[in-house]
């Protein structure tokens, strides 16, 4: 992909689909990039209601589950996307970076075996993680981005840091604390970041462990937790112990399994080992 006139296009030229949004305004000179999800059914109802004057919001890019992208504003023109927010001593983050949407249905609630929308929509357990967000104390289900469209946004990130000398890439949880917890706890920053600047997504001096063989990553403390998407682990996957319950470890995996990012769950002690 590439950008022509602040606009995107493939490799070829071709420009990627625009759906021109009224919520928009004057010209800037983005800093950051702003990751948002949609808390919608899909990506086309939220480009039918970021493109609706009366949403009085909207966002440079709409990233499907499919990881199709669409453009909504030029990526010069200040979007609204952000509200009130403050970011390093920089307030009114919509006047400084590009925000892009992720089709994704946020935080759900317990249903049974299932796990609900606050639209309504019903999702399978293999389709979340239950986390505390950073900015919460509250244990919740959230629903899980796809592999296509964290490759999507990773691609185009590294796009707009390169072409606009970007300085990082921000949650709305980070700039809006109080208010908003997109792109929440599914959404793995922490390797998203070290993709994009090279920065080290390991400690240096913080204890790394390993699995000794395919092994499940859980939702809770025991066996009859439902395995996580993204299990099993494969033998030598490396693992940072973040809490102990008996014999059971709430884990952070270090590396990319099985197409995701930033895996966090609990796995038996027994078939890991420290490695450093």
Same mark, same amino acid.
Do not use: C
């Given at each position: =992909? ?5 606009? +995107?296009?493939?490799? &070829?030229?071709?420009?990627?689909? !625009? ?8 010209? =800037? ?29 909207? *966002? ?8 199709e992208i669409t453009q909504m504003v030029d990526f010069n023109t200040v979007a609204w996307h952000a509200g009130r927010s403050n970011w390093q001593g920089i307030r009114g ?8 949407? +992720?089709?994704?249905?946020? @935080?759900?609630?317990?249903?049974? /075996?299932?796990?609900?929308?606050? !639209? ?10 239950? *986390? ?35 300085? &990082?890439?921000?949650?709305?949880? &980070?700039? *809006? @604390? ?10 793995? =920053? &922490? ?5 994009? !600047?090279?920065? @080290?997504?390991?400690?240096? /001096?913080?204890?790394? !462990?390993?699995?000794?063989?395919? +092994?499940? $990553? #859980? ?6 937790? #439902? ?11 490396? %693992?940072?112990? $973040? ?10 995996? %270090? ?5 995701? =990012? ?15």
């Amino acid at each position: =992909m590439q950008i022509i006139e602040h606009r +995107l296009h493939h490799d &070829d030229g071709s420009p990627y689909s !625009f759906v021109e949004t009224p919520n928009k305004s004057g010209r =800037m000179n983005p800093q950051y990039v702003v990751m948002h999800y949609t808390a919608g059914p899909s990506a086309q109802q939220a480009i039918n209601w970021l493109g609706n004057s009366r949403a009085k919001a909207s *966002a440079h890019v709409v990233i499907g589950r499919d990881g199709e992208i669409t453009q909504m504003v030029d990526f010069n023109t200040v979007a609204w996307h952000a509200g009130r927010s403050n970011w390093q001593g920089i307030r009114g983050l919509n006047h400084h970076s590009v925000g892009i949407e +992720l089709s994704n249905a946020g @935080p759900l609630m317990r249903s049974g /075996d299932e796990w609900v929308s606050w !639209f309504g929509q019903q999702y399978a357990s293999n389709e979340v993680v239950e *986390a505390v967000h950073k900015n919460q104390t509250q244990m919740r289900g959230w629903h899980l981005y796809t592999p296509k469209q964290l490759y999507a946004a990773l691609d185009l990130s590294a796009l707009l840091i390169e072409h606009y000398g970007l300085k &990082d890439v921000l949650g709305h949880d &980070d700039i *809006a @604390p109080t208010r908003k917890t997109d792109p929440g706890p599914a959404f793995p =920053m &922490d390797s998203f970041r070290a993709h994009l !600047f090279g920065r @080290p997504d390991i400690i240096e /001096d913080e204890e790394v !462990f390993e699995t000794t063989a395919r +092994l499940h $990553i #859980r939702s809770g403390a025991g066996s009859q937790y #439902r395995p996580l998407k993204g299990s099993p682990l494969p033998a030598n996957t490396r %693992l940072s112990i $973040i809490a102990e319950q008996g014999s059971w470890r709430q884990v952070e995996v %270090l590396d990319e399994v099985n197409g995701l =990012m930033d895996l966090e769950g609990w796995v038996h002690g027994r078939y890991i080992r420290l490695v450093s």
